[in-house]
């Protein structure tokens, strides 16, 4: 590991340049040094859209970092993330340490929790668009993942990507896949956790939660009244706020200002066929979670 915390600030004229990157940092050509972070300046238009949601989207960003971190549900969906993407990289078994991108690795100085299973065992790459700490405790490339791809260090070189909950951020998942088809490895594997906006699924995860709260108190008579009042006064709220997520949702209508997509059961297949041969769906019980997982042809030429 590099002693010094640097940040290597690029421009994309510089795609073609050559640039060596490991778990010791980057370097580029005519630069002297190994650097933590690789910041890739932008030359591209960025949307509007983009820029408008990811600025929405930060608090977010911010929240899902503290998650990780504390002891709440979502922070064991992290722990059991953590399970699984070590499950699925340790099936790949190469003879050289591998290398996975964390593609939206979130905003924090540590890599995320997920990656702690796996952190020391290989060649771990985190990627966002936001530059908070742009000093982290591992390798960072601080760039959007669309100019990231254009840099041709990068391609057929990547053997893992994990999308933490990032999917939905991106404007549009098909480029995105091409970008993920530039840079994997023949038989590189694509690893996601996506929260899903079925109506049944939220209704069932915010059921536990109530019923939980309901039968906290041990007297029956309270339990009762706690059970009578979810009846009359939260029912109904819950009931209108459901229907009108049906709604929005088979209208095609934005359910909040920060997603790009609200991902359904019913279209993991197309989705997710997008990153390769579909090897494993793993919905998390009683939460809105699914673990998912692809895999590229082994004989991939593009
Ligand atoms: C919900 S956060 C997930 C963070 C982390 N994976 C986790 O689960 O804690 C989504 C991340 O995707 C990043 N992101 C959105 N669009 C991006 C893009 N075009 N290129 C790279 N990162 C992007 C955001 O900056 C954000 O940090």
Redesign the pocket.
């Known amino acids: 590991m590099v002693e010094e915390k640097t940040v290597l600030t690029v421009s994309s004229s510089r795609k073609n340049d050559a640039l060596t990157w490991g778990q010791d940092g980057f370097s580029i050509q005519g630069v002297e040094g190994n650097f933590r972070t690789l910041k890739i300046e932008e030359d591209e238009a960025i949307s509007s859209d983009?820029k408008v949601k990811?600025d929405s989207?930060l608090t977010?960003?911010l929240d899902?970092?503290v998650?990780?971190q504390s002891i709440s549900p979502t922070s064991s969906i992290?722990k059991l993330f953590a399970i699984y993407v070590k499950s699925m990289v340790h099936d790949l078994n190469g003879p050289e340490q591998l290398n996975v991108l964390?593609?939206?690795?979130?905003?924090?100085k540590n890599h995320?929790s997920?990656i702690d299973l796996l952190a020391d065992k290989v060649n771990y790459l985190g990627?966002?668009?936001?530059d908070i700490h742009p000093n982290r405790d591992y390798p960072f490339i601080c760039?959007?993942?669309?100019t990231?791809s254009e840099f041709s260090s990068f391609h057929k070189k990547m053997d893992a990507f994990?999308?933490?909950?990032?999917l939905d951020?991106?404007?549009n998942y098909e480029d995105?896949s091409k970008m993920i088809n530039k840079m994997a490895t023949p038989g590189a594997i694509s690893i996601f956790?996506i929260g899903l906006h079925d109506v049944p699924l939220v209704a069932g995860e915010e059921g536990v939660r109530i019923f939980q709260r309901i039968f906290e108190d041990e007297g029956p008579l309270t339990v009762m009244g706690h059970f009578l009042k979810f009846v009359f006064l939260r029912f109904p709220r819950l009931f209108y706020a459901l229907q009108r997520r049906r709604k929005r949702l088979k209208n095609n209508t934005n359910l909040d200002e920060f997603h790009f997509n609200y991902f359904r059961v019913k279209d993991l297949p197309e989705v997710l066929s997008c990153f390769g041969e579909i090897i494993d769906i793993t919905m998390i019980p009683v939460t809105t979670s699914v673990f998912c997982t692809c895999q590229q042809p082994s004989n991939l030429t593009t």
Request: glycine share 14%; proline share 3%; aromatic share 24%.
């Open positions: 983009w990811q989207s977010e960003y899902s970092y998650y990780g992290y964390d593609v939206g690795c979130g905003i924090g995320p997920y990627l966002d668009a936001i760039s959007r993942i669309e990231m994990i999308f933490g909950t990032s951020h991106f404007e995105v956790w």
